[in-house]
């Protein structure tokens, strides 16, 4: 069965780093693009950052965490992670990790989606 379990929160003080982890079990993790998102207290879930599949050549970041935050994967673990430095109370939320694989064959275009359950990082003093 296909899952991915995160790890990795706490509570933290500002200025402060967590570095998270997100374990994938029962895909072909390599084949799949990774993503994390948040969702804090009263607000939607947002698109944080994004690393293609395989070699994860490519990465993405949203504004708000661009320069402080870095996605990175490790295929021979099956691993996603989000290195989190500089924390800010507005990172506090709950961080999910997603992967995404488009399927193309004679029968349509379809996706394999999967989330995470999430863990929760508080950025306090």
């Known amino acids: 069965q296909e899952k991915l379990v995160e790890s990795g929160g706490g509570l933290v003080q500002p200025g402060g780093s967590l570095r998270l982890s997100c374990v994938a079990s029962?895909?072909?993790?390599?084949?799949?693009?990774m993503t994390w998102h948040r969702q804090a207290p009263g607000k939607e879930r947002e698109l944080v950052a994004r690393?293609?599949?395989?070699?994860?050549?490519?990465?993405a970041y949203a504004d708000a965490v661009k320069g402080r935050f870095t996605i990175s994967r490790d295929n021979a673990k099956s691993t996603a992670y989000l290195q989190m430095n500089s924390l800010k109370p507005e990172d506090t939320a709950v961080y999910y990790c997603?992967?995404?694989?488009?399927?193309?064959?004679?029968?349509?275009?379809?996706?394999?989606?999967?989330w995470g359950r999430g863990t929760q990082v508080t950025v306090s003093s």
């Open positions: 997603r992967a995404q694989r488009t399927k193309v064959s004679m029968s349509g275009v379809g996706e394999d989606d999967y």
């Open positions: 690393i293609t599949s395989g070699g994860g050549g490519t990465k």
């Open positions: 029962g895909f072909a993790f390599g084949g799949f693009a």
